[in-house]
């Protein structure tokens, strides 16, 4: 496609229940990021993943969470027993990244999950 | 341990004065990155600067890679109300292959 497409654009979930949040990215990429922004804050990089190499998990804050990506292109987040401080808006990005270097992310425009 | 630190962290001004924002470490990068993120949509990418002491310019906006490449700056000429939004800089870890993220500025232009 011709951006990074993120769904559900808003999610609204009970404490306690699971969700799964959907990023296609562009086509081509080879890289995928998902990173979690609290209001008004930078970004808290969760998972990376590049081609056909294990994914670098290092910044997932726990083991309520995990990510996949199926063939390479799209990836799904998942968040098990959601606490309120899960609440934010979750982003993922795409790149081309070749040679040592980083041709810049494209960002989707994020889903916000509110747990009450 | 914050890696790039931007300054000021919100900045609200009138509309046509001049703004200047900083990113700064005391590390050395290859390369930095300014993002603009408006409400509602994730980050843009602006720029990428590579060589100490580059200027790159942008309309109204004038991006600066300090000579040392350990910190960049972000002018901005006659601001205008279509500016608001969060900037970041950020760099790319060719050892981890990430981009990691400076906490941002939050600038509100007022009419």
């Known amino acids: 496609g011709a951006g990074v497409s993120q769904s559900p654009s808003n999610k609204v979930t009970e404490k306690g229940k699971d969700v799964e949040l959907r990023c296609d990215p562009i086509s081509g990429h080879t890289a995928l990021y998902w990173y979690r922004q609290s209001l008004g804050q930078g970004l808290e990089f969760l998972i990376y993943f590049q081609g056909n190499s294990a994914p670098d998990k290092s910044g997932l804050p726990s083991d309520r969470f995990s990510a996949e990506r199926t063939g390479g292109s799209v990836s799904t987040l998942t968040i098990q027993r959601t606490q309120q401080e899960d609440s934010a808006v979750y982003l993922c990005?795409?790149?081309?990244?070749?040679?040592?270097?980083?041709?810049?992310?494209?960002f989707g425009s994020g889903t916000r999950l509110t747990v009450v | 341990t914050q890696l790039l630190e931007q300054s000021p962290q919100f900045l609200s001004i009138q509309e046509g004065e001049n703004l200047t924002v900083y990113c700064n470490s005391s590390s050395v990068f290859s390369s930095l990155q300014w993002y603009r993120q408006e409400p509602g949509e994730g980050p843009v990418l602006l720029v990428t600067?590579?060589?100490?002491?580059e200027v790159k310019k942008l309309k109204r906006l004038t991006f600066q890679f300090g000579d040392a490449r350990k910190d960049s700056s972000l002018h901005i000429t006659a601001a205008q109300t279509g500016d608001t939004g969060l900037y970041l800089c950020?760099?790319?870890?060719?050892?981890?292959?990430?981009?990691?993220f400076g906490q941002g500025t939050t600038l509100q232009v007022k009419p």
């Open positions: 950020a760099f790319f870890s060719s050892n981890t292959g990430k981009l990691i």
């Open positions: 600067v590579v060589t100490g002491g």
């Open positions: 990005a795409s790149s081309l990244f070749r040679g040592g270097f980083n041709y810049g992310y494209t």
